[in-house]
């Protein structure tokens, strides 16, 4: 009935003034209506039924002639509204309206006209009701098919929802359009200037439309916002300023939902205190600040806004009944033609933000997420970051209450340790993506806060992702890969995160030139300084390739011509007849979008890595976030005992990733050395091994403590002496008790061979036991008079064993890459700890002591703040065991190392050869039997 009276008001109004229009004439003068509503008399028959007042239309005519305004059109509206109230009144109107409608054709078309616009107006303006919805709140809940079959049966809804839309959106697309279409393709202007041109403010103008367009739209502008390869630059960077802020619904009806959830007539028995107005606004909740009633605790209450769900599953339908048209549109500006694999596409990707949307209205779930979080970094040490306390028992469908957090946000603190905040927070969303398997996806500025206290808060725990366990150890070797520039395993890390398709072949993607993209962005990501400072590096690059005299754009028109011929030399290894190709940069983003998709997770780790880039290029210019990842790589890689990990961690410090072979005991050292010509060259790379390190200590540091007064570098100090000295072991002690056997194997060759073979002695000795056989040899009489038993022992034999010693001590390629290493280590070292008090002091009471001591770092000053520190001191003394274990496990390495070169040796004989392996298996199996369990394994 309302709409109805609402239809039949505004043609009224119409018909009123298109007859004054027509009939009135022109030289009459006609009184204002601001007069005619202020007259009683006038008042008087308004609120009348026309029927009743038959002079009502002329004074209507008159008045409206001279052209009133909105606001006062707004009044004769809601009080015709309030008169036209029953059956009866509306007919008696519309049979004195009728003889009006039939009296001129023209009068008859425009107000045919005015009607449907009223009536259009109307029907968009009508109230909405969301109070059903297709599917419930929850990370599984979204179905299409479900909402399809809700919204079939409700044509009206989707019909208006799509009007109302197309009336927000139809000036900025009217001007997309004149400038694509008409000023681009219509005039022949293939750059489309005019596009270009106004790009930037029709950037601006679609994030005013997302704040128009409702909740979803502000979700899914925010989505779109990392979304480069779809949107252009400019509108991406545009849309990133959207903060989820919309205005707040009305505080009566938030507190009935307060009542309502918390089943209490009156909120006092719950609350002391709650504010009158919310303290922050989003699209799906508001957020009341107050005092709980039971302990005092300040509190964030959050109150889901009515019928957000509703709205949502509305808005997600309509997207997907548009997005065909909208890819078809988009291909055909593309010059592209539209396939249904293209439409299937862009509808699954709608698909999946409403998985995340709709999940976001389950608080339940919501407060699981946060209370998990919380969890899992106090588990992980991570002390430095937090998420709200929840509070448990008032938890409900659309409320969610949890303890208030004082604090201000990450991007406008002006603390100094707002950059140790970003490395923590880059910490905690690796350690999600990597770790727990469910990552934050909505990390604007606004939910990541800085406490009072000096940690980092993660806010709105409403969308999350789940990260299976297979993904975040390719992920692991991804980075693993980057890191140590081995481009080669690239395609295979690109399959095994689903990066490309599974019908495209490892071979395609090795052709397809990817690793030399991915070289520069790395090399260009790891100097930081953001898009800016990329920017200029890149530009530098260009001049000093093209010339330093070129200008911008002459710059841009030769990297495009080095471009194309590099595309064309690409096709044309893949058997393309370039010749035939009308463009060949089309015809190359066609193969990339064969070759190449972003999984979904991708999206929202860009969002959260390019949040925190800003936030720490706002402090430093310089700042390279793909450094601020390395701290969370060496822990997780030095902890993690999995054999992916294990294999990454290997290629990281230069080792072979050889998984057939267990690194957890001594033998395997030795498979891994002794047949270095069989494998791909490798050695431990000191310089990365002290790299990891420190990188460990940094995250240790920056996460374990807010790191007041040192705490956080005495944490990390400790978190390194366990992972050396732990008896249960870890993957960088496996690696170092490798690496230390190796090296202490060939230091006692080289250090025999030196004795035995190449000092004056040995030589000496080794040229008296050939000088019979070379007597011999010249006498042949001489020579006839031994028997040969007796030649076979005391001549030829005893001649053989120099050489025998010479075989069995020369050094393998192996072992010069151990002895390599090991120099370089005490080089490195050498300049960090660079101290000559020991080696000055040795050097008095040796001969040549000072030529063969190294440099030594002095531990005086460490070893008095053990002393002084009762905790440091205590745990100490704790791990004092795990040096003699840690010893018991190099000796073993040691002899089994041994056994296996006594083994493999080509001089001894078969028999010398399994006494030799069987007696130092053994003694290893006596000295560390844990390592033969580790074998056995």
Not at 222 to 232: E, F, K, M, V
Not at 436 to 450: E, I, M, Q, S, W
Not at 842 to 858: F, M
Request: with cysteine; net charge negative; glycine share 6%.
């Amino acid at each position: 009935m309302k709409f109805t009276n609402g239809v039949l008001v505004h043609l009224v109004l119409l018909t009123s003034t298109t007859t004054s229009a027509f009939l009135t004439p022109h030289h009459r003068a006609t009184p204002s209506f601001a007069q005619v509503s202020s007259s009683s008399s006038t008042s008087s028959k308004i609120n009348t039924s026309l029927s009743a007042l038959p002079d009502a239309t002329s004074l209507i005519n008159d008045t409206l002639s001279s052209l009133p305004t909105t606001e006062q059109l707004s009044q004769l509206t809601t009080h015709l509204a309030t008169t036209l109230t029953t059956p009866t009144d509306l007919t008696s109107a519309l049979n004195d309206l009728l003889p009006l409608l039939s009296s001129n054709p023209w009068h008859t078309t425009a107000v045919a006209l005015f009607t449907s616009a009223s009536l259009l107006s109307s029907f968009l303006n009508s109230p909405d009701d969301y109070s059903e919805t297709p599917f419930q709140p929850g990370s599984n809940t979204y179905n299409p098919v479900i909402a399809q079959e809700f919204y079939s049966k409700r044509p009206l809804m989707v019909i208006k929802r799509i009007l109302r839309l197309a009336s927000l959106t139809a000036v900025f697309n009217s001007g997309l359009l004149w400038d694509w279409l008409v000023l681009g393709k219509l005039l022949k202007d293939e750059e489309y200037s005019a596009l270009r041109r106004n790009e930037k403010q029709r950037a601006k103008d679609a994030l005013v439309l997302c704040e128009k367009l409702g909740p979803t739209f502000i979700k899914l502008g925010q989505a779109l916002s990392i979304r480069t390869d779809i949107l252009p630059e400019l509108y991406a960077l545009e849309l990133r300023q959207l903060q989820d802020a919309v205005p707040p619904f009305d505080s009566s009806e938030a507190r009935s939902v307060l009542r309502k959830e918390l089943n209490v007539s009156d909120l006092n028995a719950i609350f002391t205190q709650l504010s009158e107005k919310p303290v922050a606004s989003a699209s799906i909740g508001q957020v009341y600040r107050g005092i709980l009633k039971e302990n005092g605790k300040e509190v964030a209450v959050k109150v889901q806004r009515p019928g957000i769900l509703g709205e949502i599953a509305l808005d997600l339908h309509v997207l997907r009944v548009l997005t065909p048209i909208q890819t078809t549109l988009q291909n055909a500006v593309n010059r592209q033609k539209t396939t249904q694999e293209d439409i299937d596409t862009a509808v699954a990707l709608v698909d999946e933000w409403g998985r995340g949307f709709v999940a976001e209205t389950d608080y339940r779930l919501e407060a699981e997420n946060t209370i998990n979080f919380g969890d899992a970094m106090k588990k992980r040490g991570l002390d430095a970051v937090c998420a709200p306390t929840v509070v448990e028992n008032l938890v409900r469908d659309k409320v969610l209450v949890t303890e208030w957090v004082e604090g201000t946000r990450l991007d406008r603190d002006a603390s100094d340790d707002v950059p140790r905040l970003c490395g923590v927070a880059i910490n905690a969303y690796l350690t999600m993506l990597l770790d727990t398997g469910v990552l934050h996806c909505d990390p604007h500025p606004g939910n990541l806060l800085r406490t009072t206290d000096g940690k980092l808060c993660i806010l709105d725990w409403g969308m999350t992702l789940s990260v299976p366990n297979d993904l975040q150890y390719a992920l692991l070797e991804f980075i693993a890969h980057i890191n140590t520039e081995n481009y080669d395993a690239i395609p295979q890390d690109f399959i095994n995160l689903g990066f490309s398709p599974e019908n495209v072949s490892l071979e395609r993607l090795q052709s397809s030139g990817i690793t030399e993209g991915l070289s520069f962005a790395f090399r260009q990501l790891s100097q930081g300084g953001g898009p800016k400072k990329m920017q200029e590096r890149v530009k530098e690059e260009f001049q000093e390739r093209y010339g330093s005299d070129l200008s911008d754009s002459e710059l841009r028109l030769a990297a495009r011509a080095e471009m194309l011929e590099r595309m064309e030399a690409q096709l044309a290894s893949e058997g393309v007849d370039v010749k035939g190709v009308t463009n060949v940069m089309e015809e190359m983003s066609r193969r990339n979008r064969e070759l190449f998709a972003l999984p979904p997770y991708v999206l929202y780790v860009a969002r959260a890595f390019s949040t925190l880039e800003g936030i720490g290029l706002s402090i430093d210019e310089n700042y390279a976030i793909v450094q601020e990842c390395y701290p969370y790589l060496s822990r997780r890689l030095f902890t993690d005992r999995s054999p992916r990990a294990k294999a990454a961690l290997r290629a990281m410090l230069g080792l072979s990733e050889d998984a057939e072979i267990p690194s957890s005991s001594g033998l395997a050292a030795v498979k891994a050395g002794m047949n270095g010509a069989t494998h791909k060259k490798s050695a431990l790379s000191p310089k990365k091994l002290l790299e990891l390190t420190d990188n460990f200590a940094s995250y240790t540091a920056a996460t374990a403590t807010v790191d007041r007064d040192g705490q956080g570098r005495t944490a990390a100090a400790k978190e390194f002496a366990k992972l050396l000295l732990g008896q249960d072991g870890s993957t960088l002690q496996e690696i170092l008790v490798e690496e230390v056997a190796k090296f202490g194997d060939a230091t006692t060759r080289s250090a025999l061979r030196q004795v035995l073979v190449e000092s004056a002695l040995a030589k000496a000795v080794a040229n008296t036991l050939r000088a019979p056989k070379e007597a011999i040899e010249q006498s042949e009489q001489f020579a006839a008079l031994l028997p040969d038993e007796v030649k076979r022992v005391i001549i030829e034999r005893p001649a053989l064993l120099p050489q025998l010693i010479d075989d069995l001590l020369s050094p393998t390629a192996e072992d010069e890459r151990i002895l390599s290493s090991a120099q370089e280590l005490r080089e490195v070292l050498g300049s960090r700890l660079d101290n000559n008090s020991l080696r000055s002091a040795l050097a008095e009471n040796l001969s040549d002591g000072a030529s063969i001591i190294p440099n030594s770092p002095d531990i005086t000053p460490a070893l008095q703040r053990i002393a002084s520190d009762t905790e440091t001191r205590d745990f100490v003394l704790e791990q004092l065991p795990g040096v003699a274990t840690l010893g018991r496990k190099v000796g073993a390495g040691l002899l089994r190392r041994a056994a296996f070169r006594a083994m493999n040796s080509p001089v001894l004989p078969e028999e010398a050869r399994r006494t030799l392996s069987d007696a130092n298996n053994r003694l290893a199996d006596v000295i560390d039997p844990v390592a033969e369990k580790s074998e056995v394994q």
